[in-house]
């Protein structure tokens, strides 16, 4: 027997004929082939959880009135009322945007559409495009 086994602190590349540098570099592929089976599963995870997202954001909607923006002209009941309309309804009539929607209710209340205009609350080229979607009751 040699010298390393008669003493007990003979390592597995030694008794088999093994350079040690090569011993532990065979031992390598496994921790690292456990790597990627443990980034597999946890990108499977975290695709599975976004997928599941996506498909419960993709179903239908019921539509509102005021997601959709009212049309060019609206009917007598389709008019919003210029003294109680809110913020978000104001904004949703082409033509009106954030600061112009503030305007109106902040000029409140108004005897009539036409106050728009009178009062200076949005130019006479605003006015004249959203008049017809407005009504005061």
Do not use: C, W, Y
Not at 120 to 136: A, G, M, P, Q, R
Request: glycine share 4%; hydrophobic share 45%; proline share 4%.
């Amino acid at each position: 027997m040699n010298g390393a086994l008669s003493n007990g602190s003979a390592a597995l590349g030694d008794i088999a004929g093994v350079d040690r540098d090569e011993v532990s570099t065979r031992a390598k592929p496994r921790s690292s082939s456990m790597t990627r089976i443990a980034l597999l599963a946890a990108a499977l995870i975290v695709s599975a959880a976004a997928l599941a997202e996506t498909t419960s954001a993709m179903k239908p909607v019921a539509p509102s009135v005021a997601q959709a923006p009212i049309a060019k002209t609206a009917t007598e009941s389709q008019r919003l009322d210029l003294n109680s309309a809110t913020l978000d309804q104001l904004t949703m009539v082409n033509g009106l945007n954030k600061h112009l929607a503030e305007a109106i209710v902040k000029g409140r209340p108004f005897k009539s559409v036409d106050d728009l205009a009178t009062k200076k609350i949005l130019s006479v080229d605003v006015f004249s495009e959203v008049k017809d979607h407005f009504i005061v009751r």
